[in-house]
């Protein structure tokens, strides 16, 4: 009974060692780029600013209109 004990705490860890093992091989994923655009400043200089993804826009109605 005691080595079938040891034969499981011992698959056990060698479990463990192998998913340690591929977690750490495993290669990162790439760093994504927030898009920038670049604006001409003063003098004729470039700026880069962020580019946002969503475009907002105002609006002058700031409720639904009720029906009816």
């Known amino acids: 009974m005691m080595r079938s004990v040891w034969a499981t705490l011992l ?17 990162q994923p790439a760093p994504t ?3 920038v655009v670049v604006v001409k400043g003063k003098n004729g200089t470039q700026v880069l600013v962020p580019a ?11 409720s639904p209109v009720p029906a009816g």
């Open 52 to 62: 946002t993804t969503a475009t907002t826009h105002a609006t002058t109605r700031t």
């Open 33 to 35: 780029q927030s898009p």
């Open 11 to 27: 698959s056990v860890w060698l479990l463990f060692a192998v998913l340690a093992i591929l977690a750490w091989t495993r290669q």
